[in-house]
């Protein structure tokens, strides 16, 4: 099991500003789906929800940035359900599901390809820090899913890196181009 020296982890928000305006993007305004363009990865998984009722939810996840995000459809009309941030989480292969009241009952089929993934960042401002339990449909795309988040809890999204590097160069090339001006319009005033 994952270690109870993690809880001491845990914080508000993410903590790179860019994802925290996502993050509170995607939990407030929870878009569509259509909006998450070219997502690193994305499929159906059952995940456990806590109703006794209906303990699994067919919903379809989206792999986008830093964050995970689910949609009761794959309409691309439908909204975003929830997110997870994905860097810093713990992943965990579960055989069975310990305190869950639908376990005994509801689990059996499900043991093969489940995986459990523990944030550090709650699931919205001022929400819990609920794991995200997900019954895949095969080992292939439970190994898939298990490998992405792990390198993205541990290196950050590939995306957003980009994305960091695309700022870092826009910045240089002004600042080399204010620096230009500055030179140019130095050089004429002493003539």
Same mark, same amino acid.
């Given at each position: 099991?994952?270690?109870?020296?993690?809880?001491?982890?845990?914080?508000?928000?993410?903590?790179?500003p860019?994802?925290?305006?996502?993050?509170?993007?995607?939990?407030?305004?929870?878009?569509?789906?259509?909006? $998450?363009?070219?997502p690193? /990865?994305?499929?159906?998984?059952?995940? /456990?929800?806590?109703?006794?009722?209906?303990?699994?939810?067919?919903?379809? $996840?989206?792999?986008?940035?830093?964050?995970?995000?689910?949609?009761?459809?794959?309409?691309?009309?439908?909204?975003?359900?929830?997110?997870y941030?994905?860097?810093?989480?713990?992943?965990?292969?579960?055989?069975?599901?310990?305190?869950?009241?639908?376990?005994?009952?509801?689990?059996?089929? $499900?043991?093969?390809?489940?995986? /459990?993934?523990?944030?550090?960042?709650?699931?919205?401002?001022?929400?819990?820090?609920?794991?995200?339990?997900?019954?895949?449909?095969?080992? $292939?795309?439970?190994?898939?899913?298990?490998?992405?988040?792990?390198?993205?809890?541990?290196?950050?999204?590939?995306?957003?890196?980009?994305?960091?590097?695309?700022?870092?160069?826009?910045?240089?090339?002004?600042? /080399?181009?204010?620096?230009?001006?500055?030179?140019?319009?130095?050089?004429?005033?002493?003539?």
């Amino acid at each position: 099991m994952i270690s109870s020296a993690y809880q001491m982890h845990k914080i508000p928000e993410p903590p790179n500003p860019h994802d925290a305006k996502d993050w509170k993007r995607y939990t407030a305004d929870k878009p569509s789906l259509s909006s $998450f363009s070219k997502p690193e /990865l994305q499929g159906w998984a059952l995940k /456990l929800s806590t109703s006794v009722v209906s303990p699994w939810d067919k919903r379809w $996840f989206v792999f986008y940035g830093n964050f995970i995000c689910y949609f009761p459809s794959q309409d691309p009309n439908s909204r975003c359900s929830g997110c997870y941030y994905m860097p810093g989480m713990a992943v965990e292969r579960l055989a069975e599901i310990p305190n869950h009241p639908s376990a005994p009952v509801h689990f059996h089929s $499900f043991k093969e390809n489940c995986v /459990l993934f523990r944030p550090i960042v709650p699931r919205k401002p001022g929400g819990d820090y609920k794991d995200l339990i997900l019954s895949l449909p095969d080992e $292939f795309q439970l190994k898939k899913w298990e490998e992405h988040v792990k390198f993205v809890a541990k290196s950050g999204s590939p995306r957003r890196k980009q994305q960091q590097l695309q700022q870092q160069q826009q910045q240089q090339q002004q600042q /080399l181009a204010q620096t230009s001006l500055h030179s140019l319009s130095s050089s004429h005033s002493s003539q």
